[in-house]
């Protein structure tokens, strides 16, 4: 029967992402998913406002035909305008979480072998969505402030560009901001190469110090920023509710792929949300994740201080879920984990190999602290150096 499958499934079979679900070993410390701790569901002022939601009037189980989301989709914009960046409730659209906005953006934009530019590393679920599309990819490796622009125009002036992949806050997965001179730099590169930039921002609103930069969508001159927003990661997952906002012309067009891809988001959930925003604070709720996770980053970065051999590099995020391990040239993490993190140490992370589109580097990691506890979090780190320093002394020394 494999014969019979389009082309496309041959390059989503390979994206990985199986690597990031939990183990059956019950010793296991995982840091591969970036799930938010489930403590800090606000679960009962969800349930309340689904409560609510069900009450209305106005046919909460009905299909929609476009009409569910005027009043969340005006929220939004209030909640961005306040952010920096003003867009109209009506260039809002709903989504199944940011992925399905992915999916969207590949959708309308690539045709097979179209260029398209990605961060290195980048998110995995992102190179899960585009592999579908076929595109041709080309790897901007990621810095301390972000892409690499000098890469990005190189690839610009020698190849036929259509969309640059970017997640400017708390990257997915080194947990880099990028600096307002590149988000500059990359609007003015865009611009004049008439290049879509994809600005996927689920964890913008999840920084634990520093001030906030503007966001692309806020720099853009000629509304060729597309940008993605979520719950995921502020409220829940299971809500599988994002956003998308972009200038009119594409606009219509991705609404017209969204009603052919799922006809409309859950009414049931975007009036659940809208009840919510109504009745809570979502900016209380922000703080308290803030404060709780920078605790977890905090614990996270005095353990890699502690545990991990000096050979071994990490980013420290000013926000997000995510740091990034650097281990020398030519240190295989996969082998490592699979042959020795795995099944000697019990511990797990996301090895780079994935995380790139030709899946050719291999020595760095995504290691995520949200939704792992404070002592497995000492614990697991620990184990993590020693089996990183072992595996390294029996390679190289
Ligand atoms: C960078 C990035 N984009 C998009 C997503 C998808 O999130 P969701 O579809 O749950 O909004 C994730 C989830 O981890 C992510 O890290």
Same mark, same amino acid.
């Given at each position: ?7 496309? !499934? ?27 701790? +489930? ?7 969800? +349930? ?16 929609? !035909? ?39 953006? /590949? %959708?309308?934009? #690539?045709?097979?072998?179209?260029? @398209? ?7 995995? &679920?992102?190179?899960? +969505?585009?592999? +579908?599309?076929?595109?041709?990819? $080309? ?15 190189? #690839? ?8 640059? $992949? ?10 880099? !901001? ?9 609007? /003015? ?5 008439? !290049? ?15 001030? /906030? ?10 509304? =060729? ?51 919510? @925003? ?7 709720? @922000?703080?308290?994740? =803030?404060?709780?996770?920078?605790? %977890? ?28 391990? *650097? ?11 699979? *042959? ?24 760095? /990691? ?20 020693? &089996?990183?320093?072992?595996? $390294?002394? %029996? %390679? $190289?020394?």
């Amino acid at each position: 029967m494999e014969e019979e499958f389009a082309s496309r !499934v041959a390059l989503t079979s390979h994206s990985g992402l199986n690597a990031i679900y939990p183990s059956q070993d019950p010793e296991m410390i995982s840091f591969t998913g970036g799930f938010p701790d +489930a403590s800090l569901f606000p679960s009962a002022q969800l +349930a309340a406002s689904f409560q609510k939601a069900m009450q209305n009037q106005q046919a909460p189980l009905q299909y929609q !035909v476009g009409e569910e989301s005027q009043e969340l989709r005006s929220l939004i914009a209030n909640l961005l305008a306040a952010d920096g960046t003003k867009t109209m409730a009506k260039q809002i659209m709903m989504t199944q979480g940011a992925q399905q906005g992915l999916d969207l953006v /590949a %959708k309308l934009l #690539i045709n097979k072998g179209d260029g @398209l530019i990605v961060e290195g590393p980048t998110y995995i &679920g992102a190179l899960a +969505a585009f592999d +579908a599309y076929e595109p041709t990819y $080309y790897t901007a490796d990621m810095a301390d402030d972000g892409m690499d622009l000098t890469a990005v125009k190189r #690839i610009l002036i020698q190849h036929q560009v259509k969309l640059i $992949y970017t997640i400017p806050d708390f990257q997915n997965p080194t947990g880099v !901001v990028m600096s307002v001179e590149k988000r500059r730099q990359l609007i /003015a590169l865009a611009n004049k190469y008439d !290049v879509v930039i994809l600005e996927d921002a689920p964890y913008r609103w999840l920084r634990y110090e520093g001030s /906030a930069q503007p966001s692309l969508k806020s720099l853009d001159t000629q509304g =060729r920023v597309i940008q993605l927003g979520s719950f995921s990661k502020i409220l829940a997952p299971a809500l599988r509710l994002g956003w998308l906002t972009a200038s009119t012309e594409m606009f219509g067009r991705l609404q017209e792929l969204k009603a052919g891809t799922d006809l409309e988001s859950s009414n049931l959930m975007i009036q659940t949300v809208t009840e919510y @925003l109504g009745s809570y604070s979502l900016q209380d709720h @922000l703080q308290q994740l =803030r404060h709780n996770y920078r605790r %977890k980053r905090d614990m996270m970065v005095a353990a890699l201080q502690t545990y991990l051999p000096r050979e071994a590099c990490f980013t420290v995020p000013q926000g997000g879920f995510f740091s990034w391990l *650097t281990m020398p040239k030519g240190f295989d993490l996969e082998n490592v984990q699979n *042959t020795q993190l795995k099944p000697n140490f019990h511990v797990m992370v996301i090895p780079s190999t994935h995380l790139f589109p030709g899946k050719g580097r291999r020595n760095g /990691a995504r290691i995520s602290f949200s939704s792992v506890s404070a002592t497995q979090i000492d614990l697991g780190i620990k184990r993590l150096g020693n &089996g990183l320093s072992s595996s $390294y002394q %029996k %390679k $190289y020394i």
